[in-house]
């Protein structure tokens, strides 16, 4: 109230600043915030620390935080390329699949029609249940709509709604709908931003949500296993028909920007009160690290198939499964219920569809990278919006391991077709590549992530853990006796 003057809006930016003791017991956002300095001692997830001597180089959390509040402004329309680009990535995939089906029908190719048919299909059938379900259409009267959503034109018809909206933004004034409040981080302030929503921008923004949900989706559920399949047959026909490099050409892209959207939507539903902006560095280093993490990891399992494919069949359902039950058995550990605020007109057993959905692409995506969010069904937001660095270690490592596994075991066994290659080269290169991914992914967290100062502890501060305890190894190592003459010493 002391904000804003009665009956206007705020003409200035007042500052307030809020010390440590004026929260009480409930510091929120500010209380928050004084944690999020790099703390002199280390006791994250990942290792434990004693307690350093506050030298001179420690960095000390700030005595105060100022908290800035800027007028409202009126949210602007944007184009929605996002929408257009996810629309054109799955006409291309689409289109591509369903000829190159043709193909391995005129040849017989059963057995891959069949394959090809279904990593068509089924992503495209989740792409449809998805816009419907986001958009809430079974409750509302839009037979053509639906129509086409039966017909795998959804996205089509959805994008084109989308563009309508864009071009009539603007040609008359709207009063707005709602107010968003959103908070921005900035060096040594967090600035609490208040937008009025209109009508038409409220539209858009379900798009993009619902846009953004079928892009990752369409990575994981149809492009990545599409991908691999495609990869797979060319390796056993040792040849690669144009059809088949477009198809797997629109899969990569597809995938990359797939993985770049799951980044984004993980960094957004962890941080709902903040408002992000990644800078340009921070999208070529989330692009690095997934395409080479996602790239190493289809290779290897397709250079390991190609001459254990029993073997290589069985690893990948393994990997899923356990990923698949591995919520569930949490879940059911807690001994918690099923949440009841994923839709409020969902029976008990739509409730189980939706969550049973959510696990499989969970599942989907970690299969061949990480998924950047933590999957917990006993929580109210399906999710875990504390950052775990824990998990990320236990799964790069472990994963790294079996993709060194695996491609040793190719080597070892690998058939007289990859003599034309320098084998030992080709193997460095892929160890090489996943390394730099972990490097890149290293590097975002470090230096570009959006929120990283809401960070208790970062890799630095793991690695100057690792950096004292090796130091004080080595300094009570080289510890000499005290001389006193006429005393013998001895050393235990």
């Known amino acids: 109230a002391g904000l804003r003057p009665p009956g206007g809006r705020a003409k200035t930016a007042p500052l307030l600043l809020m010390s440590e003791d004026s929260f009480g017991e409930d510091p929120g956002v500010a209380g928050r915030l004084l944690e999020t300095g790099m703390d002199a001692v280390c006791e994250g997830s990942i290792g434990e620390c004693s307690d350093p001597p506050h030298d001179k180089g420690v960095k000390l959390p700030p005595p105060s935080i100022v908290l800035q509040l800027e007028p409202k402004a009126f949210s602007q329309v944007k184009l929605p390329y996002s929408i257009i680009l996810t629309t054109l990535l799955y006409c291309g995939e689409f289109a591509s699949a369903a000829v190159l089906s043709a193909s391995y029908s005129r040849s017989n190719d059963q057995f891959w029609l069949l394959l090809t048919l279904l990593f068509m299909l089924m992503p495209s059938i989740m792409d449809q249940l998805t816009l419907i379900f986001v958009h809430r259409d079974l409750t509302s009267d839009k037979p053509m709509v639906l129509c086409m959503h039966l017909l795998l034109l959804g996205p089509l018809i959805r994008c084109l709604e989308a563009l309508m909206i864009y071009c009539q933004a603007g040609s008359e004034e709207e009063p707005y709908v709602t107010i968003t409040r959103k908070k921005r981080l900035r060096k040594d302030s967090e600035i609490e931003v208040e937008q009025e929503v209109g009508h038409s921008l409220r539209k858009l923004v379900t798009h993009r949500n619902a846009f953004k949900r079928m892009a990752v989706i369409q990575a994981f559920l149809g492009s990545t296993p599409q991908l691999t399949l495609q990869l797979y047959i060319s390796v056993v026909e040792q040849y690669i028909p144009p059809i088949r490099a477009i198809l797997m050409g629109i899969c990569l892209v597809s995938v990359t920007y797939g993985a770049l959207v799951c980044n984004v939507l993980a960094i957004q539903i962890k941080y709902d009160d903040y408002k992000i ?18 790239s190493t990891r289809i290779t290897i399992l397709v250079f390991f198939g190609s001459v ?30 099923l949440p009841d605020n994923v839709e409020k007109n969902f029976s008990r057993v739509g409730t189980l569809s939706v969550l049973c959905s959510i696990t499989l692409l969970y599942a989907s995506i970690n299969v061949f990278c990480w998924s950047a969010v933590q999957l917990r069904l006993s929580d109210r937001d399906l999710i875990s919006k504390s950052q775990s660095w824990y998990y990320l270690v236990v799964y790069y490592v472990l994963r790294g391991v079996e993709n060194s596994v695996l491609l040793i075991l190719w080597y070892i066994f690998k058939t007289d077709f990859y003599e034309y290659f320098c084998m030992p080269m080709l193997v460095v290169q892929l160890i090489v590549a996943y390394c730099l991914a972990v490097t890149f ?33 080595a300094n009570s190592s080289h510890l000499e006796p005290p001389y006193e003459p006429g005393v013998r010493h001895s050393i235990v």
């Open 277 to 294: 902006r990644l800078r340009p560095l921070a999208f070529i280093c989330i692009i690095l690290w997934r395409s080479l993490e996602i």
């Open 308 to 337: 254990f494919k029993h073997y290589a069949l069985g690893i990948g359902m393994a990997n899923f499964l356990v990923l698949f039950f591995l919520p569930w058995i949490q879940f059911w550990r807690s001994g918690a219920q």
């Open 441 to 473: 992914m290293l590097f975002f967290y470090q230096y570009f992530h959006p929120c990283r100062r809401l960070f208790r502890h970062n890799i630095s501060d793991f690695l100057e853990c690792v950096c004292c305890k090796s130091r004080q190894t």
